[in-house]
């Protein structure tokens, strides 16, 4: 695929993924300009343990579906089969996570018999949407994800005004467990049709599979799971009007991400059809790309921490000052982040997503040791914030420093490919 093309998709699908994560930014704005800090703690609380548990296998699921559908059809076979076994295991991780939240919603977030029906449709929704929408990249269908992304944040936005108008404190993760349903759905109905004219025989095997889905589920989970990690961990150590300011700090400080979230999707399918078609220069390409995003990147996070201040007093009001200096904070640590989200996606495509793992592990391990170091010190919500810049930069050092070292490419071979050897 030429340059042109690529910019065009990775355009796209940054527009649809802005749309619903900026639904998702509206949500938090609107609970907590309508409900206050408490209701807003509790809420992000109870969305940060759905995340969490979808990083066990859905997102990680999602990658792969990601990679291996666009492979499979970059070299002319069926994604079907790939497809089918990757749906098969998502159901089964739902017995899993369903087990594991609903007894952690009660027992450390003070969830009620109401709540705990919320939080586990969510959690099956939400992973639902980040598993449908890495199938529709890996099919090369950018357009109609980013489609329905719209769709779904409209639904979801609609639906939060009804509860917030009506006062209904008992419904608020309904609306956004509905936005992402009408995602996931729309997708599994129409995902295995019209790839007719591919050939049948399949050039995956399951274990290759089941083994790129788990390693990177296990990096997913150590990554993306650390700011998550933080606002479960502040909610249980501090008030709730405290855990509210942390809330509102994270909902403004992780839109700068959507960006480098929605490039990276598309760069993983982009990696895969490199590496298929022209191994010897992905390497070049993969530096050009991750050198524009750092650069671009900074730009963005630097002007947002400056106007976090003003930012803090415009979005949520007077009643949350004391988050802007939360929000300076968490900036630093989801630029790291995001720089490490384009090396690991690099990584997971040439053959060394157990590298990656490796650093996100230690990330998280260092993150949530400092957060638990540094809270006698400072309050819980510093705490968490030092951890969070401190993971993450621990993690994002390694991942691109291992992403820039010569390696050789793997050789495909005519009926299987595995992506971790």
């Known amino acids: 695929m030429n340059?042109?093309?690529?910019?065009?998709?990775?355009?796209?699908?940054?527009?649809?993924?802005?749309?619903?994560?900026?639904?998702?930014?509206?949500?938090s704005v609107l609970i907590g300009r309508f409900m206050g800090p408490g209701d807003l703690a509790h809420?992000?609380?109870?969305?940060?343990?759905?995340?969490?548990?979808?990083?066990?296998?859905?997102?990680?699921?999602?990658?792969?579906?990601?990679h291996f559908l666009a492979h499979a059809r970059s070299l002319g076979h069926t994604p079907v089969h790939s497809m089918r076994l990757i749906l098969r295991t998502f159901w089964i991780s739902c017995v899993v996570m369903l087990a594991i939240g609903i007894p952690i919603s009660i027992l450390a977030l003070g969830a009620g018999l109401a709540d705990v029906v919320m939080i586990a449709a969510l959690i099956v929704s939400y992973s639902g949407y980040i598993l449908a929408r890495?199938?529709?990249?890996?099919?090369?269908?950018?357009?109609?994800?980013?489609?329905?992304?719209?769709?779904?944040?409209?639904?979801?936005?609609?639906?939060?005004a009804v509860v917030l108008w009506a006062g209904l404190s008992w419904a608020l993760l309904w609306p956004i467990t509905i936005g992402y349903a009408i995602f996931g759905i729309q997708t599994w109905l129409r995902a295995q049709h019209g790839h007719e004219g591919l050939r049948q025989e399949s050039i995956v095997e399951p274990t290759s599979i089941l083994k790129l889905t788990s390693w990177n589920s296990l990096g997913l989970l150590a990554s993306n799971g650390l700011?998550?990690?933080?606002?479960?961990?502040?909610?249980?150590?501090?008030?709730?009007?405290?855990?509210?300011?942390?809330?509102?700090?994270m909902s403004l400080a992780t839109p700068a991400s959507m960006l480098s979230q929605a490039v990276t999707q598309v760069l993983i399918p982009r990696f895969s059809e490199?590496?298929?078609?022209?191994?010897?220069?992905?390497?070049?390409?993969?530096?050009?790309?991750?050198?524009?995003?750092?650069?671009?990147?900074?730009?963005?996070?630097?002007?947002?921490?400056?106007?976090?201040?003003?930012?803090?007093?415009?979005?949520?009001g007077s009643q949350y000052d004391g988050a802007s200096t939360i929000m300076s904070m968490l900036l630093a640590g989801i630029f790291a982040f995001s720089i490490g989200l384009v090396a690991t996606a690099y990584l997971l495509t040439s053959n060394r997503v157990v590298s990656a793992t490796v650093f996100s592990i230690t990330g998280l391990a260092v993150g949530?040791?400092?957060?638990?170091?540094?809270?006698?010190?400072?309050?819980?919500t510093i705490a968490?914030?030092?951890?969070?810049?401190?993971?993450?930069?621990?993690?994002?050092?390694?991942?691109?420093?291992?992403?820039?070292?010569?390696?050789?490419?793997?050789?495909?071979?005519?009926?299987?490919?595995?992506p971790i050897g």
Do not use: C, H
């Not at 400056?306 to 930012?311: C, K």
């Not at 949530?368 to 819980?380: A, D, F, K, S």
């Open 3 to 27: 340059r042109s093309a690529l910019a065009s998709q990775a355009a796209v699908s940054t527009v649809g993924v802005l749309v619903l994560g900026l639904s998702r930014f509206g949500y």
């Open 43 to 66: 809420v992000s609380a109870w969305l940060a343990l759905a995340l969490i548990l979808s990083l066990l296998w859905p997102t990680g699921a999602g990658n792969a579906a990601s």
């Open 134 to 160: 890495g199938i529709e990249v890996g099919l090369g269908r950018i357009e109609r994800a980013a489609i329905w992304d719209v769709v779904a944040a409209l639904a979801t936005m609609t639906l939060l």
């Open 227 to 249: 700011i998550q990690f933080a606002m479960v961990y502040v909610f249980i150590v501090e008030s709730p009007v405290k855990a509210g300011l942390f809330a509102a700090a």
């Open 274 to 316: 490199w590496l298929a078609t022209d191994p010897a220069g992905t390497r070049r390409r993969y530096v050009l790309v991750l050198a524009g995003m750092a650069a671009g990147l900074a730009a963005v996070f630097g002007a947002v921490a400056l106007a976090s201040p003003l930012i803090v007093n415009v979005v949520f």
């Open 368 to 380: 949530l040791g400092t957060m638990i170091v540094v809270t006698p010190l400072w309050t819980g």
């Open 384 to 418: 968490a914030s030092i951890g969070v810049t401190v993971g993450y930069t621990v993690t994002a050092l390694g991942v691109v420093v291992v992403s820039l070292l010569p390696q050789r490419m793997p050789t495909l071979r005519a009926t299987t490919y595995d």
